[in-house]
């Protein structure tokens, strides 16, 4: 068991060094606005990449600018964006690490948007959330389009697969939960189908062996929220449509209501467990799994087949490389970079 975390792992054409993933995280420090990466994104990516991080999977980056969640936020909506993100990934796999980029839109949750778009007029709870303009059923099959465009300019800039951001409140979300999702017409009869036609056409724009993945929120936390039987359902459509493994988180549709996240370390293991016994498709277990033992018994364990460190690797850019040598795996299996050998 002690070096199943940091053992390699495959699936498609993604072929990892361990089972450590960086999970995505908003810097939100566009300081030009214009969704290029920057300095800090170079610095902050690599030396994840220099610490041992098998895949590192870019934050939210946004198909539309007002689809960020401020304007400090990365986008892909324009082809000007490819050649600083290919710099960016290139830059990652030199030091050993597989690269993954989170396509997304934040809906109602936009914050500097002049006015945010949704599913419905149904606007999120806080001073500074603005009241959403549900999208027209024409303007949702445009925006299907612009998760394909972003896609491919993703694709065309190295990247070793495609995360779609379908958890935290964000669009995708906000079209499969009926707390979101009161529309009338085809995108509100059947809550998966915005999610669907995002799927089958993001799969148009990828190689045929490069792996989608979708993060989505197991459970809601809001009173009337959704449980885990709902999201099952929902992620069996969306792995017919082709997404071939699932990020597991919770929440971020709203304020808790009576049923509350655990907040706990593991708390959110179990709902990976139960995508991955439902619906037979590798999982990413996230959520305060910094602890190495910990990440070590989710993967022995068999809940998960990766394991997403978020605040964790914040705070430690090198978290795989000492949590290797924690678990007593080798210098030589842990990936430390030559330079940094003598120190361990």
Known sequence: MTEQLFSPYQYKSLELQNRVVMAPMCQYSVTAKDGIPNDWHQVHYVSRAVGGTGLIIIEMTDVDPDGRITDNDLGIWSDEHIP???????????????????????????????????????????EKYKEPRALTTEEVEAMVQKFADGVRRAVQAGVDAIELHGAHGYLIHQFHSPLMNHREDVYGQDLSRFGVEVIRAVKKEMPADMPLIMRISAVEYADGGYDLDHTIQIGRAYQEAGVDMFHISSGGEGP?????????????????????????????????????????????????????IGRGMLRDPYWANHAALELGVSKEQAAIAEQYSRGY
């Open 256 to 308: 808790s209501g009576q049923r509350k996240p655990g907040n706990y370390p593991g708390y959110q293991v179990p709902f990976a467990r139960r995508f991955r016994e439902e619906l037979k498709a590798p999982v990413i277990a996230v959520g305060m799994l910094e602890d190495a033992a910990l990440a070590q018994a989710v993967i022995g364990n068999g809940d998960a087949d990766l394991v997403a």
């Open 84 to 126: 600083a993100f290919t710099k960016l990934v290139d830059a990652m796999h030199a030091y050993g690490s597989k690269v993954a980029i989170q396509i997304a839109h934040a809906g109602r949750k936009a914050e500097d948007a002049p006015q945010p778009v949704a599913p419905s007029v149904v606007t999120f709870p806080g």
